[in-house]
């Protein structure tokens, strides 16, 4: 029986993943702001759910990609889709459902201030699917600018995805 093993992280309804939730929070409920630091990667290797669903999980991190669907989006853009593909055909993998955001700003890349509803509910998921055993496994993303606390201007940026211990870049230009 094929299932699908991905399942939506509920309580985090602005990033469109394909994902089954960890049981790992990176933050407890808050009503005050979260810092956009790197998520805690200790408890990864703890992690089993890619156990209960029968599929191999990667452990070289570095053939995983970002990117997004364009490489340029207008300032008037409302939502950029970030698709993050495994490359290791068949192997699932562990990322952390909030992507970050960076404006390279003076020729040095500034993490941007993003707080969009459900942020203190992040987790870490696993992406795989016990169907796609030969084929790539991908999880989709999606950043929102008017979450942002900062002016959204035209510039280079690059969302900022963390799967396993490996931190990747999906870059695109922001254009009037």
């Not at 990033?15 to 790992?24: D, L, R």
């Not at 459900?118 to 016990?130: A, D, H, L, P, R």
Request: proline content about 6%; some cysteine.
């Amino acid at each position: 029986m094929k299932r699908l093993l991905c399942l939506l992280a509920l309580l985090i309804p602005i990033f469109g993943v394909s994902c089954q939730q960890a049981a790992i929070s990176s933050q407890t409920a808050q009503s005050t702001p979260v810092e956009n630091t790197n998520p805690d990667t200790s408890r990864l290797d703890s992690l089993l759910i890619h156990t209960e669903l029968n599929i191999q999980t990667e452990t070289d991190y570095g053939n995983i990609a970002a990117f997004t669907e364009h490489e340029s989006y207008p300032l008037a853009v409302e939502i950029i889709f970030c698709t993050v593909r495994n490359n290791n055909p068949g192997k699932g993998f562990y990322r952390f459902d909030v992507p970050f955001v960076e404006r390279l700003q003076d020729g040095a890349w500034v993490r941007l201030d993003y707080q969009p509803p459900g942020i203190q509910y992040s987790n870490w998921v696993f992406c795989g699917k016990e169907s796609k055993k030969s084929e790539s496994q991908e999880a989709f993303l999606y950043f929102l600018p008017r979450y942002l606390q900062s002016k959204w201007t035209t510039g280079e940026y690059r969302l900022v995805v963390f799967a396993g211990k490996n931190t990747i870049y999906a870059p695109f230009a922001v254009t009037k």
